[in-house]
């Protein structure tokens, strides 16, 4: 039983030891573990894990569906999976850049409605055309969810307002406010949703006929992958990047280091909620191309588990953002396919936030063994009487 318990040890210390490759193997394994809890779960409801995850994979693309409608193939799904995927990416790296500064946005969800809300007002009803609106919705969102983040980062610095606490009320603020000026002003008769934005100021071609297929093509993608790249440039080459890692590391160092900590704060929010704007209009002048009153999106939520999952990374998190955009894409196909339902596929991605969350505990646990601190005075004293 011990030699076995030893080479368990001895196992997770081979796989998952290398300091260097622990951003990759530990959240790896989290995926892996992950969906084997999730298979089970779609086990005991009777139905088949594996052709419950290759319907996830067809209903994002990824893989070809035994049928197509009119005008659809697997590419026009594929088109429609990186439209879901845009926003996702920039809310992610909105959570991770406030993480790294050791600071918890859990108000990305706030800022995308509010950027959406100004970005649609101002621009997306206009009479604007294509080459000024869109860019105007780029700059519209930015400004508008820096704003936002702005505000929280000034209240932790200025009050020492917990930023989880002001985020969370912020939401609550953004969601019901502009939900009575779209109940008032812009609502739909018919679709109970804000009136949909103009064609010329929406960030994706909508049924572009493209050959013999109709594509929603999203023209933020390149820029939420070029944004990811630029994000991890600003964090790991940058002074600005060392001052915002210094103060999540240790407010009080930084300080003693010469580090303006409440400037950084801020900064840290500003470009958080930033890129949550980015977020916002590529999801409501983009993905939806409307506003649902009283609703807030679970992009923002769902990016929490992504930024984890992709270690904070830039990089990291586009291929995390990939994996649950193909869980959250593919669930309406995986619910009429194989009649699983589509909440299967949250609780899957709250599975993985939670292994996710664990990664920190690993790495302290791998530590441990590798020092052999799991032996004690006990042990040791054991094994000198079995001498």
Do not use: W
């Not at 394994?29 to 139905?47: D, E, Q, R, T, Y």
């Not at 406030?98 to 206009?126: K, P």
């Not at 983040?149 to 603020?173: A, D, T, W």
């Amino acid at each position: 039983m011990k030699q076995k318990k030893h080479s368990i040890k001895a196992f997770f210390v081979k796989c998952f030891g290398n300091e260097k490759y622990q951003s990759v193997t530990i959240p790896l394994f989290a995926i892996f573990i992950s969906l084997v809890v999730g298979a089970v779960i779609i086990g005991l409801l009777g139905k088949n894990p594996l052709l419950a995850y290759q319907n996830l994979l067809q209903g994002s693309g990824i893989l070809p569906k035994p049928s197509y409608a009119g005008y659809k193939s697997i590419l026009t799904d594929f088109t429609s999976f990186l439209n879901a995927l845009t926003p996702m990416i920039f809310a992610s790296l909105a959570v991770a850049v406030a993480l790294r500064a050791g600071l918890f946005n859990i108000g990305v969800s706030g800022q995308m409605l509010t950027a959406g809300f100004f970005a649609t007002v101002l621009v997306g009803y206009s009479q604007l055309s294509a080459p000024i609106a869109k860019p105007l919705v780029l700059i519209a969102g930015i400004v508008a969810g820096a704003c936002v983040g702005g505000l929280i980062g000034f209240l932790k610095y200025r009050f020492n307002i917990n930023e989880v606490v002001s985020s969370i009320m912020l939401n609550y603020i953004a969601q019901y406010v502009f939900s009575f000026f779209i109940t008032t002003y812009f609502i739909n008769p018919v679709s109970r949703q804000s009136d949909a934005v103009s064609d010329a100021s929406r960030l994706t071609l909508m049924d572009t006929l493209v050959g013999d297929l109709k594509m929603d093509i999203p023209l933020g993608i390149v820029l939420a992958i070029v944004t990811a790249f630029l994000m991890k440039f600003l964090i790991d080459k940058t002074k600005t990047g060392y001052e915002l890692k210094a103060v999540g590391a240790s407010p009080t160092a930084a300080k003693y280091a010469g580090i303006d900590v409440g400037k950084n704060i801020v900064l840290a929010m500003v470009i958080s909620g930033a890129l949550a704007g980015l977020a916002g209009v590529t999801y409501y002048l983009g993905y939806f191309g409307s506003i649902q009153p009283k609703v807030l999106v679970n992009t923002g939520f769902d990016a929490i588990a992504v930024s984890l999952l992709g270690n904070n990374n830039p990089i990291g998190i586009l291929f995390s953002s990939f994996l649950i955009t193909v869980i959250s894409k593919g669930s309406t196909y995986m619910s009429s396919a194989a009649g699983i339902q589509a909440e299967i596929a949250s609780v899957i991605t709250g599975i993985l936030l939670l292994f996710s969350a664990c990664g920190a505990y690993m790495k302290y646990k791998i530590k441990r063994l590798q020092e052999g601190a799991e032996i004690t005075p006990i042990d040791e004293q054991r094994k000198e009487a079995e001498k």
